[in-house]
């Protein structure tokens, strides 16, 4: 490869650093992007793949990581999202047991190193995908594109739309991925010593292949490395023209020296090894996957659901164009695209079918300039940046199997590369053609590159909180019934009700069969009194969802308080049907009978409670309260003091042993006596 081919890339308007001193600076614009979520909180699906998350605990036996899916679920349940990443729990393990709990601090300082040292090592990524493997006289490495390297790896540091993988501590998945991705790719390199095609080290590619199996524990999409190994293969270490061999097979038929010749060079040998280790990842994640392919429902994945197959084609390829315009013009950042975010295209005249022409014809365009170009170097770099580009976005494109999302960031993370190494190709040959206005090409690529990082501290801002992360995208996603939901329930917690309130009613409204909205609007009215209201809308919502069990429970409680005694334990028993360890509804079933004067009953669900539960302070205190009142001091004795077992500092229930010990006349052990009327505890209320 001669060095004039590459003289382009003098001509990118970047200061002249050795290698350690660029990968140094672009290690540091990646940590200035995003190091003001050092100090954020755990939001959105960090709740439950983190915080709710019992794998974390030390008291959890480590092997669970290995049975168990990324949230938490086991991997044979039908519930499970099948997501399986036990690496990526295992850092989350090894940061709660640092950190000693779950203090989100270390978390993003973590997410945040992981991207700086990914952006650091795609210099060198982009180096061979560029220069391919040119050794000097040491065999020392050389980077025949330093500064094309180095433009592409600092778009790459600074891209927006990492910021859900980087500021989102749930992006650690991707992180992990890249990173063995990478050390996966450079493996597969090095086995070609002196960049030669017929002196390769088997050992080496089995390397590559155990990184690759690496990169799938941390997230499924490492697996594409084979692909991007076997087309760097093919393009660089055997210089195979793929325009070349087509016309030659198509239009003379003589593709048989060609054919030997790769056999002679080791290549066919390659691809078999890359094939077999990548059937056996496949085969292996199939069968850890147990019950089959998650199950998805239409609201995360509406155009999967479309009966038409030429619908269902035309808006995957509109979320093609949409995942385009994000790296494109990372402006428009959401957290969540799923429910109504993005209406499906229902027929040919929706104008939106020319973002889906104009995506095409760019990728045409690009293609063929790949396939065809008389350039070597543009013919290379066309084909590797939508290599990179496309590649590992396939996992998320639809064509192989449902996914349960619309649009999602953190899958472009990979992908990004691909498109910072064509944007960076672009910009070098523009100032290779025009060179008299090389300074106004600086000046726009320097003006780009603090346009990034300017996004980036915004949108890391954005995703500190979840108050800041969910409001931010009202005017990104208005249509999104999530988004007003997430906003309600997080002024929910905030103790704003008459707010939460008209968010919760407009992601009704957005989405009528939207059950989670309406089991917590049903809360926030019964508090209110506002009961009839709260029956209706519970009652629409085991209409739809007969297995939601949470609002059976609600339901039961709001039909206890209008005195519907007989509805209200329907109710309970059905959430129990369908979640039979329930300890808040024993809790509340309880607290019917006791109402109705069925005392045997309220004492067997209040035992199924502590049962289920042991550490339900207001179901032993219910039991001692009304064995008091029955006059079963003796009992009450009994259970107080095997209540204060298991939570020796409750104050409730010391109190109501003391009052029962008083009664028996135990003025030693009783610190108190209670002379107060009883009212029960009010009812516990579930809220997702």
């Keep these: 490869?001669?060095?004039?081919?590459?003289?382009?890339?003098h001509q990118i308007p970047l200061p002249k650093l050795g290698p350690s001193h660029s990968r140094i600076v672009v290690g540091l614009v990646a940590l200035i992007c995003f190091i003001n979520s050092y100090d954020g909180e755990f939001v959105f699906d960090d709740s439950e793949a983190i915080v709710n998350n019992k794998d974390l605990h030390p008291s959890t036996p480590l092997n669970n990581i290995w049975k168990n899916d990324f949230w938490g679920s086991n991997l044979s349940s039908n519930s499970s999202h099948k997501s399986y990443r036990p690496l990526t729990v295992l850092t989350f393990r090894l940061n709660y047991l640092l950190a000693g709990g779950l203090h989100p601090v270390g978390f993003h300082v973590l997410n945040i190193g992981l991207h700086s040292v990914i952006s650091a090592l795609m210099m060198d990524v982009f180096a061979i995908l560029?220069?391919?493997?040119a050794y000097d006289a040491r065999g020392q490495r050389l980077n025949q594109a330093p500064?094309?390297?180095?433009?592409?790896?600092?778009?790459?540091a600074a891209h927006p739309v990492h910021t859900e993988s980087v500021a989102g501590i749930v992006g650690r998945a991707d992180l992990l991925c890249a990173l063995f991705f990478q050390l996966s790719f450079l493996a597969y390199c090095r086995g070609f010593r002196g960049g030669n095609d017929r002196n390769f080290s088997v050992l080496w590619i089995i390397f590559s292949l155990?990184?690759?199996?690496?990169?799938?524990l941390c997230k499924e999409q490492g697996i594409t490395v084979l692909g991007v190994n076997a087309a760097f293969d093919v393009l660089m270490i055997c210089k195979v023209n793929i325009?070349?061999?087509?016309?030659?097979?198509?239009?003379?038929?003589?593709?048989v020296d060609q054919a030997s010749e790769l056999v002679r060079t080791g290549l066919l040998m390659r691809l078999l090894l890359l094939l077999a280790g990548g059937s056996l990842l496949l085969y292996a994640r199939w069968r850890i996957m147990g019950t089959g392919p998650p199950a998805f429902t239409e609201v995360d994945?509406?155009?999967?659901?479309?009966?038409?197959?030429?619908?269902?084609?035309?808006?995957?390829?509109?979320?093609?164009?949409?995942?385009?315009?994000?790296l494109l013009c990372p402006w428009w950042l959401c957290f969540d695209w799923s429910m109504g975010c993005v209406p499906l295209i229902q027929s040919a005249s929706d104008w939106r079918i020319v973002a889906v022409l104009l995506l095409w014809s760019c990728l045409i365009g690009l293609t063929s300039q790949a396939l065809c170009s008389q350039d070597g170097v543009k013919r290379r770099m066309l084909t590797f940046g939508l290599v990179l580009l496309v590649i590992p976005f396939l996992p998320a494109s639809n064509l192989f199997f449902r996914v349960g999302f619309v649009v999602a960031e953190r899958v472009l993370y990979l992908s990004t590369a691909g498109y910072c190494l064509l944007l960076a190709y672009a910009l070098g040959h523009a100032c290779c053609l025009w060179r008299t206005h090389r300074k106004l090409l600086c000046v726009g690529v320097l003006a780009l590159l603090c346009v990034y990082v300017g996004r980036c501290a915004q949108r890391s801002l954005q995703w500190r909180t979840e108050q800041s992360l969910f409001t931010s995208a009202l005017s990104v996603c208005p249509l999104n019934a999530k988004v007003h939901y997430n906003v309600g329930k997080n002024l929910a917690d905030r103790g704003n009700q008459s707010a939460a309130i008209k968010y919760y009613r407009e992601a009704v409204r957005l989405h009528p069969k939207y059950v989670h909205a309406m089991n917590n609007l049903g809360n926030i009215l019964k508090e209110r009194n506002e009961l009839v209201e709260a029956e209706e809308l519970l009652s629409t919502a085991v209409h739809i969802q007969?297995?939601?069990?949470?609002?059976w429970m609600n339901l039961g409680i709001?039909?206890?308080?209008?005195?519907k005694f007989e509805a209200a334990e329907h109710s309970y028993w059905n959430a129990i049907k369908h979640r039979r360890r329930y300890p808040d509804c024993y809790y509340n079933l309880g607290r019917l009978y006791a109402d109705l004067n069925r005392h045997v009953d309220a004492l067997n669900a209040w035992r199924n409670a502590t049962m289920l539960k042991p550490e339900h302070s207001l179901a032993w205190n219910n039991m001692l309260i009304l064995l008091d009142n029955t006059g079963n001091l003796e009992q009450a004795e009994l259970i107080g003091k095997e209540a204060l077992k298991i939570l020796p500092h409750d104050p409730t229930i010391m109190f109501s042993l003391a009052n029962v010990l008083g009664k028996l006349q135990k003025y030693e052990p009783s610190s108190t006596t209670a002379g107060a009327n009883w009212t029960w505890p009010r009812s516990t209320t579930s809220r997702p």
Excluded at 243 to 255: A, F, I, N, Q
Excluded at 301 to 326: D, G, I, K, T
């Design 558 to 563: 709001v039909q206890n308080s209008l005195g």
């Design 147 to 156: 500064q094309a390297s180095f433009l592409a790896a600092l778009f790459f």
């Design 301 to 326: 994945n509406p155009a999967s659901f479309a009966e038409n197959v030429f619908l269902r084609m035309v808006n995957y390829n509109y979320y093609y164009s949409l995942n385009a315009w994000l």
């Design 546 to 551: 007969p297995d939601f069990a949470a609002a």
């Design 130 to 133: 560029i220069g391919g493997l």
């Design 1 to 9: 490869m001669v060095s004039s081919e590459f003289h382009w890339d």
């Design 243 to 255: 325009y070349e061999l087509t016309h030659r097979l198509l239009l003379k038929g003589k593709p």
């Design 210 to 216: 155990l990184l690759c199996a690496a990169a799938m």
